[in-house]
């Protein structure tokens, strides 16, 4: 068996106190696993756990040595002005090493600034599967998509670039039970 690229034992997390935890999971290479629970359960807290930006206030989180970590917030930033097109916009995000599907290229030709908010958040989780991470963290993923915009997710996690491990949280069970090898339920 591989060695697995995060190993989280028993890990209680949170800022002020643990909101989440005790939790263990292991995520190996090539692997989508979804995180599931309601609102507020602290499957964004385990990301940013995982991350350094939460505390750990009990167990252990195993890194694979040289593991390169890509993360996508909820609600990722954009300015209202962004005069970039979508295919600057992956060249600064270092997101060259895989072209995006045939699905999203058609955003590469529009402004940042004029697509609407599913396209952009697809843009974005496209730009850290399509970079150097070896695993990629999506933080509720969903927000600001459609029905369409969704199917299209589900299709770029499932034929994504080969080798990445995927980490999704979501409070959409639907979706994750579709788009993810296994499901762990928090809360």
Request: proline fraction near 4%; glycine fraction near 8%.
């Given at each position: 068996m591989t060695k697995a690229l995060f190993k989280i034992e028993e890990v209680e997390a949170g800022y002020q106190s643990p909101v989440i935890g005790p939790m263990s999971f292991t995520l190996q290479r090539s692997e989508v696993v979804?995180?599931?629970?309601?609102?507020?359960?602290?499957?964004?807290?385990?990301?940013?756990?995982?991350t350094g930006s939460a505390r750990v206030f009990g167990g252990r989180i195993e890194r694979s040595p040289g593991?390169?970590?890509?993360?996508?917030?909820?609600?990722?930033?954009?300015?209202?002005?962004?005069p970039i097109r979508g295919s600057e916009f992956l060249r600064f995000m270092h997101a060259q090493c895989e072209p995006p599907p045939a699905r999203l290229?058609?955003?590469?030709?529009?402004?940042?600034?004029?697509?609407?908010?599913?396209?952009?958040?697809?843009?974005?989780?496209?730009?850290c599967l399509a970079g150097d991470a070896d695993v990629v963290l999506l933080d509720e993923p969903t927000n600001n998509l459609d029905p369409a915009n969704m199917t299209i997710l589900t299709e770029i996690l499932h034929d994504g670039p080969a080798g990445r491990s995927?980490?999704?949280?979501?409070?959409?069970?639907?979706?994750?039970?579709t788009a993810c090898s296994r499901v762990l339920e928090v809360g």
């Open positions: 979804g995180i599931w629970g309601p609102n507020g359960s602290g499957k964004s807290t385990i990301l940013r756990a995982l593991m390169k970590l890509a993360y996508q917030q909820q609600h990722p930033v954009r300015l209202p002005v962004m290229a058609a955003l590469l030709d529009q402004r940042i600034d004029r697509l609407s908010g599913g396209q952009f958040q697809l843009l974005c989780i496209w730009a995927v980490l999704v949280v979501s409070h959409e069970h639907d979706f994750l039970a």
